[in-house]
């Protein structure tokens, strides 16, 4: 493909944008990979990439539905978007001519439609795009939705490179900053320090050793680099330290033979010498170097009257320890040095004032590194150096006799400042100032200067002198500092502009290190807005804490992983629980350098949370299949439940509406929290009982404060360690029947999300223990099927006989025992196929008893009442069942014993809903003596008429005869399902 010819000073223009960023070739970053992520699901399409468009080629900072991380330029879309401002779409790449022969269109991967929103910084230049790719055209292109979430999708692009940017920009600034103010620093502490000492010369009078010793003294402090100074003196072939400072001091009065040092030959050769490393340099005596504890020097000649006489040393037992400005400031001592042997004799000969100025000449004329200026009383310039030459740039002759103003700038001259001088030094023995003066030339420079006045031996004021140094330099480089400061903060603001823009929350921290160099802690250095949000913690209280006070007993991987960042200088990927905040954060760790590292993160509780219930929801599956018992499920359930929510307590609870009662088998508790397994009343907990009646889910978030609950409720729930309690109410048929619980033992949150997974939880363990009791009632029936069928072999064998033995003759025995088979086949029938002609109780209850009771033995009493087809099979059951042992052991196996049967409908007095009662007794039988074991048919009557959990059953085996009494709600006996298959 023929690449079109781009604009060259914009490429350049817009590559130098992208170069500034130093995003090229980056590791995968998290907030861009999620970015893709999002524009892909966004508009819908396979692909997502955050191309940026480099000279020959397009890399890819993320990407998703993508696998090469970079192509050419021939395989391109994106930069057909570079000079665009809006979004670039094209429906089909194949019939659009810019893009119908990209290599990616005409064969693999067959790329189809793209949308690109161009990345452009602040000034316009555009760097890439964030692209969205599909296999398929799109004719009708993005919608307008999907437009504005790439749209503002590119921007968190632009902001997260600028945020990088910022971040690098700043560190650079800083360090710049640092170097700059430490070369500053040091160039004032040496000044100073040459000032220092040419006062101490200066006030030292004629004493040579003092003078000297000021020295050696001042050159520790203005080279600074130096361990010791010496001043050594000629003597013959030898060389004698004469004066001594710092590590030279025990040397003192030691000879070293002239040729043997490279001082000596310093003075030989008058010139200067430096020497890196005494253990390399060929010259050197390197055993009397080692000795003396050398390993790099300086050595200067000084000079009297043109000849050689000793030299000003400096070393360190550091290799590589000076520097060229190291040489210089050494040259200036040791001329301080060389004139104070001419000063010494001529002091002693001459008046205090002619003397103390010849001194003063012969010292500041060596010195050109500052401005010496000496005036009378008036402020007349009597003595100019040959710094204050170099420095203002009038000679000698040519200001000598001039008012000191002629240097000083007009507005300085307007308002005194010469006089202004003179007061303070006067009045307290210098004046310090730095200020800007006048050259010849007009031209103006920044100078240090200090006046002080000049006094004869006996006090007596002769004049002043000035010590004046150019600062233009320093005071330039102050400014250029202080405008980097200002920049620095401009980049501070932009930078922390966009560090509280970001959603994502933000970490700048370095680490802390015990006595061994092991990471113990970190501390926050710098946190943002969004930071406080995602914890519930005000960012400003963060900053300068270590995370182990911010949020006591938090995990060691907090620390100790991000430490493994700083250590290894690898990035990591994150997802993990603040335990003390109950939230869980996802996030990248990357190192920064100087043992400091930067976080960002972002809360992902919910996601997290949902991940949790939607595992639990699978487990639950299968742990409910496998499970068989009523018991087992709901034991299953309660763990599941618990462990999801990281609950303390969770049970399943059968629930009587009537009584306000709830009776919990099983739960599930945390370690050390007690078990409330029992049968309990819901009063002594409060008042949410009336809720769950309404099938209202019932959510105390502080049984403390809640109205259900406070007071005596709060109490009790407080001693079985209850604080948060959610209470899902199980509805069946309308009617409250069971109760999922969860306890907390701490105040917690509860959300929607939270309500749902535990309804849906209740709702499928509802389901398989129905599916559970079902199973057992199948079983029940089916055993009973059996146990009947024998039964009714014998019971027909047993009409049989009774009818021959009885009958006159055969054709009435024949009819008697047609009629008896007949009604025997009736109750048969119910029992198979449930009642379909006949939903009367009474109708029931005849049919079943019939075959037992040629006689007429059983007693009816009640009113007409129909019941469903699943009710009319259980009291079939139930009635054949108690009428077989009626025949077999009770009162239908003696001719004096009669049954009565009963049933009512009443109103239950608690909730006013109607209530059947059923029951039936024996009278006049044989004695009764309880089963020692429960037979099919005691299991069968034990499970009432509806199987709900509203109804219940009472069978006695009193002394005078069997006694049945059942109840159930005549809405579920009524109900029109029909019966399972037996």
Not at 672 to 701: C, Q, W
Not at 857 to 872: F, M, W
Request: hydrophobic share 40%; proline share 3%; glycine share 8%.
């Amino acid at each position: 493909m023929q690449i079109p010819e781009r604009d060259g000073q914009q490429d350049e223009a817009r590559l130098k944008a992208l170069r500034s960023y130093q995003i090229l070739d980056t590791t995968a970053e998290r907030g861009f990979d999620d970015i893709t992520s999002l524009a892909a699901h966004v508009c819908n399409t396979a692909v997502a990439l955050v191309s940026l468009v480099d000279r020959n080629r397009q890399w890819f900072k993320a990407r998703v539905g993508f696998e090469p991380c970079e192509t050419n330029l021939d395989s391109s879309v994106c930069r057909h978007a570079l000079g665009q401002t809006e979004i670039l779409e094209i429906p089909d790449l194949t019939l659009d001519p810019r893009t119908s022969t990209n290599p990616l269109v005409t064969g693999e991967p067959h790329l189809r439609f793209y949308a690109g929103a161009p990345l452009a910084t602040v000034e316009g230049q555009v760097l890439g795009t964030l692209c969205v790719i599909d296999h398929t055209p799109r004719q009708e292109g993005l919608t307008d939705a999907q437009r504005n979430g790439l749209r503002a999708l590119a921007g968190q692009v632009m902001a997260q490179l600028d945020l990088r940017r910022a971040l690098a920009e700043r560190e650079e600034m800083m360090q710049r900053r640092d170097a700059e103010q430490r070369v500053a620093l040091a160039e004032a502490a040496r000044f100073e320090a040459m000032i220092a000492t040419q006062q101490a010369v200066a006030s030292a009078k004629a004493d040579l050793a003092t003078v000297f010793q000021s020295i050696t003294d001042g050159a520790l402090r203005v080279v600074d680099a130096a361990e010791g100074a010496v001043i050594e003196l000629r003597d013959g072939d030898h060389l004698v330290y004469d004066t001594v400072s710092g590590s030279s001091f025990k040397r003192k009065g030691i000879r070293v033979p002239i040729e043997a040092t490279l001082s000596g030959k310093a003075v030989l050769s008058e010139r200067p010498l430096y020497c890196a490393d005494t253990e390399v340099d060929p010259d050197m005596d390197h055993a009397l170097a080692r000795e003396l504890g050398i390993r790099s020097l300086v050595a200067v000649p000084v000079t009297r009257r043109g000849e050689p006489i000793g030299a000003l040393k400096v070393h360190s037992t550091r290799a590589d320890a000076f520097s060229p400005r190291d040489v210089v400031m050494t040259q200036m001592l040791a001329g301080l040095v060389a004139s104070a042997f001419g000063d010494v004799a001529e002091v002693k000969g001459r008046q205090a004032l002619k003397e103390a100025e010849n001194r003063y000449r012969r010292t500041f004329e060596s010195v050109t590194e500052f401005g010496i200026i000496v005036t009378d009383l008036n402020c007349i310039i009597t003595e100019w150096n040959t710094g204050a030459e170099r420095i203002f740039g009038w000679s000698a002759d040519e200001i000598v006799g001039h008012h000191a103003n002629l240097f000083f700038t007009p507005e300085d001259r307007q308002a005194g400042r010469v006089k202004v001088e003179m007061r303070q030094a006067l009045r307290d023995g210098q004046a310090v100032d730095e200020r800007w003066h006048l050259r010849k030339d007009d031209t103006r420079f920044y100078a240090s200067g200090n006046m002080m006045p000049l006094m004869d031996d006996d006090g007596r004021h002769l004049g002043f002198i000035k010590i004046v140094r150019d600062r233009t330099e320093q005071h330039l480089a102050g400014k250029a500092l202080e405008k980097s400061r200002r920049e620095l903060e401009e980049s501070e603001v932009k930078w922390r502009g966009l560090f509280e823009q970001l959603e994502e929350g933000f970490i700048l921290g370095r680490v802390l290190r015990g006595e061994k160099g092991q990471v113990v802690d970190w501390v926050y250095e710098e946190v943002n807005r969004a930071w406080g949000d995602l914890v519930g913690i005000p960012s400003k209280q963060a900053v300068g804490r270590t995370i182990r006070e911010m949020f006591p007993g938090i995990e060691d991987a907090w620390v100790k992983e991000f430490a493994d960042v700083v250590e290894t200088g690898e990035a990591i990927r994150f997802t993990r629980q603040v335990g003390l905040l109950d939230r869980w954060y996802d996030g990248i760790c990357q190192p920064v350098g100087d043992d400091r590292f930067v976080v960002l993160f972002m809360e992902v509780t919910k996601r997290v949370l949902a991940e949790r219930q939607r595992e639990a929801l699978l487990v639950l599956g299968d742990r409910l299949r496998e499970s068989e018992s009523v018991s087992t499920l709901s034991l299953t359930a309660s763990e599941i439940v618990g462990r999801a929510l990281n609950a303390t307590r969770a049970a399943f609870g059968i629930v009587d509406p009537d009584q306000e009662t709830v009776v919990v088998q099983q739960d599930w508790c945390a370690p050390a929290m007690p078990s409330v397994a029992g049968h309990h009343s819901f009063r002594t907990f409060g008042t949410y009982i009336e809720d769950l009646k309404n099938g209202e889910t019932v959510i105390v978030r502080d049984v403390r404060h809640d109205p259900r609950t406070a007071g005596e409720g709060a109490a009790a729930l407080e001693a079985i360690g209850v604080r948060t309690l959610v209470n899902v109410p199980i509805l069946m048929r309308g009617r409250l029947a069971g109760v999922a619980i969860v306890h907390f033992a701490e105040v917690r949150d509860w959300t929607n999300d939270d309500t749902a997974f535990l309804r849906d939880t209740a709702d499928r363990t509802q389901l398989a223990v129905a599916r559970a009791q079902a199973e057992e009632r199948r079983t029940v029936l089916n055993a009973e099927l059996a146990h009947r069928l024998k039964n009714m072999l014998a019971l027909v064998q047993s009409i049989a006989t009774q009818t021959l033995r009885t009958a006159p003759d055969l054709i009435q025995a024949r009819k008697a025992l047609t009629d008896r088979i007949g009604a025997f086949a009736k109750a048969h029938d119910i029992l198979l196929v449930g009642q379909r002609d006949a939903g009367d109780v009474r109708n029931i209850v005849l049919s079943a008893v019939d075959p037992h009771d040629p006689g007429g033995r059983v007693n009816l009493i009640g009113p007409e009442l129909d019941i469903g087809p699943k009710a009319a099979l259980t009291l079939s059951l139930i009635v054949h069942e108690l009428a077989t042992n009626a025949v077999k052991y009770g009162a239908l196996s003696t001719d004096e014993g009669h049954i009565n049967v009963e049933w009512s409908v009443e109103k239950a007095a608690a909730d006013g809903r109607q209530e059947l009662t059923f029951e039936w007794r024996e009278v006049d039988g044989p004695p009764v003596t309880p089963p020692t074991r429960k037979s099919f048919g005691t299991r069968l009557i034990g499970m009432g008429l509806s199987g709900t959990l509203g109804s219940s059953s009472e069978l006695t085996y009193a002394a005078d005869g069997v006694r049945c009494r059942i109840t159930a709600s005549l809405a579920e006996l009524q109900t029109t399902d029909e019966p399972e298959a037996v």
